[in-house]
């Protein structure tokens, strides 16, 4: 089975930086994703990782440890559109399917 | 491209009553599922498929049955709606193992 753990809520200021922890358990690991969902709306893909090391995608970054079983979510220079759940996601060993941690909500306050 | 496409948005079953929830997508994608979205859990699986006339189970199966006769359609089947079957479920495709999904915009589905 998985198990994906991540903070429930967080609040940063806008400008700032923050990052997001995600840590699983898995009996099969062929990838990590990052999702971002704003409220009653559906998620959208933000990175993916497989190999250890950083991902950079304009303000957004993602990290992948294997071995110590971590990710995080790195956003900077927040604004207020960044106010989201942030979905943590590892595909299984035969590739065809995520499993999703419970999410992190972001709130961004002026 | 119209990406995934999911109908309807808002559905209020009574307890016993069957219905499809409808998905199709137009981008060719192999892989498609089915997540329902509850609060404090986050998403989970339900059906999946790597092709037409291909289907599986995934962790939450009981109580709806899919099939995919053409690659571009996933309808999930609610066979006889229950209370707990109150959810957003969530329509996903992706060209392939290596790629993040893309959802359907959702279907809040109320069953009282």
């Known amino acids: 089975g998985q198990n994906i753990d991540q903070p429930t809520e967080m609040t940063a200021t806008e400008g700032a930086i923050v990052q997001i922890n995600c840590t699983y358990q898995?009996?099969?690991?062929?990838?990590l994703f990052w999702y971002q969902q704003h409220a009653g709306e559906a998620p959208t893909f933000l990175s993916y990782?497989?190999?250890?090391g950083l991902e950079e995608k304009g303000r957004f970054s993602s990290f992948l440890s294997r071995s110590k079983g971590y990710s995080y979510l790195l956003l900077k220079e927040l604004q207020m559109k960044d106010s989201a759940s942030y979905l943590c996601?590892?595909?299984?060993?035969?590739?065809?399917?995520?499993?999703f941690g419970p999410g992190t909500r972001l709130s961004v306050l002026p | 491209n119209a990406g995934v496409t999911q109908t309807p948005k808002f559905q209020v079953l009574k307890t016993g009553q069957s219905m499809t929830l409808q998905c199709a997508q137009d981008m060719n994608h192999e892989y498609m599922s089915w997540y329902r979205q509850d609060p404090g859990m986050g998403l989970r699986l339900i059906h999946y498929s790597v092709g037409a006339g291909i289907t599986d189970q995934g962790e939450v199966p009981n109580g709806y049955n899919v099939s995919r006769s053409t690659t571009e359609d996933f309808p999930l089947r609610l066979l006889s709606a229950a209370p707990s079957q109150t959810s957003v479920y969530f329509c996903?495709?992706?060209?392939?193992?290596?790629?993040?999904?893309?959802f359907g915009s959702g279907t809040r589905l109320t069953v009282v």
């Open positions: 990782n497989v190999l250890d």
């Open positions: 996601a590892c595909r299984d060993n035969y590739g065809q399917n995520f499993v």
């Open positions: 898995t009996s099969g690991f062929n990838g």
């Open positions: 996903a495709s992706s060209p392939g193992a290596v790629y993040g999904y893309t």
